[in-house]
């Protein structure tokens, strides 16, 4: 599958605004905080089932219930098993998602995916009598230089200097936000056919499969509403990077790549309503208080 945009333009643009993103949000967390996490470990487990068990078994039993053609099963239940989504956090914390719950949840989805992901696709082998592979290094190096890396340098440069990172902080989410909204545009270029061909069944499927893993992390992370936020959104957001490698490593049939591409463009709209009734719910609390 090739669009009208180069993929070395589309890919030189997404790893620079992943960075990007991911080392804005380093600068603006505190390790401290982190604290809060770790005395609430039936939050985090809760929220953790969310994203790894949950919503895979959701997407499972939504294709299976529409009867899709089996590669928009195979490429749904790919990206429903592929957790971690870079941008989640920002729009988690964007949309009033807990200072120090979304950023531990994000880092803890991302390092356990490189055990989740291997499993989840034993067992989908046995289901499907296929013979696919994880690659757990390859998973390892994608999460550690797509996330983990920008991050902790952004938490190491605050805690080096903090007046060094207040005033970068600023100036780097303005770009990462340029960078978004640029990478938002070559995808939208480069695949919307592809989501005009995946028909109805499909495009209704994701939406559906987005808005139940929304439902239930709002529903698992309770009752506050910040860490419903994070769950939720976490949960909802699928990571398309970590999908794609996983279909790479595999030789996966062009209609399988191209339903990850659907699935990544759909669910994002998808979440949107959410993260705006989020927001007003958050401004709303910040003004009582």
């Not at 090739?2 to 589309?10: E, V």
């Not at 034993?122 to 983990?148: H, I, K, M």
């Not at 200097?161 to 770009?175: D, F, I, K, T, Y």
């Amino acid at each position: 599958m090739s669009g009208p945009i180069p993929q070395s333009l589309l890919t030189a643009v997404a790893v620079a605004t992943v960075f990007a993103v991911m080392f804005d949000l380093g600068l603006a967390i505190v390790p401290g905080e982190f604290r809060w996490v770790v005395a609430r470990p039936a939050l985090a487990a809760k929220a953790l089932f969310s994203v790894l068990v949950a919503v895979p078994a959701i997407a499972w039993a939504v294709a299976r219930a529409l009867e899709l053609p089996r590669p928009a099963e195979v490429g749904i239940v790919l990206m429903a098993i592929s957790p971690g989504a870079p941008v989640a956090l920002r729009r988690s914390l964007g949309a009033g998602g807990h200072r120090s719950f979304a950023p531990a949840l994000q880092i803890a989805v991302a390092a356990l995916a490189v055990v989740s992901m291997p499993l989840s696709i034993s067992a989908l082998d046995e289901y499907y009598g296929a013979n696919a592979t994880a690659a757990p290094a390859a998973l390892a190096r994608q999460v550690f230089v797509a996330q983990l890396l920008p991050l902790g340098l952004g938490i190491l440069m605050r805690r080096l200097s903090l007046a060094g990172a207040e005033w970068l902080e600023p100036r780097l989410r303005r770009l990462a936000g340029a960078l978004l909204v640029a990478l938002l545009a070559l995808v939208l270029i480069d695949v919307w056919k592809v989501v005009v061909d995946a028909g109805p069944r499909v495009v209704a499927a994701i939406v559906v499969i987005t808005a139940l893993a929304l439902a239930v992390g709002h529903a698992l992370a309770g009752p506050e509403p910040a860490t419903r936020t994070a769950t939720a959104i976490s949960s909802g957001a699928r990571n398309a990077g970590l999908a794609l490698l996983v279909a790479t490593l595999n030789a996966a049939a062009p209609a399988i790549v191209a339903t990850v591409f659907a699935y990544l463009l759909v669910s994002a709209a998808t979440i949107i309503p959410y993260v705006a009734w989020r927001r007003r719910v958050a401004a709303k609390a910040a003004g009582r208080a």
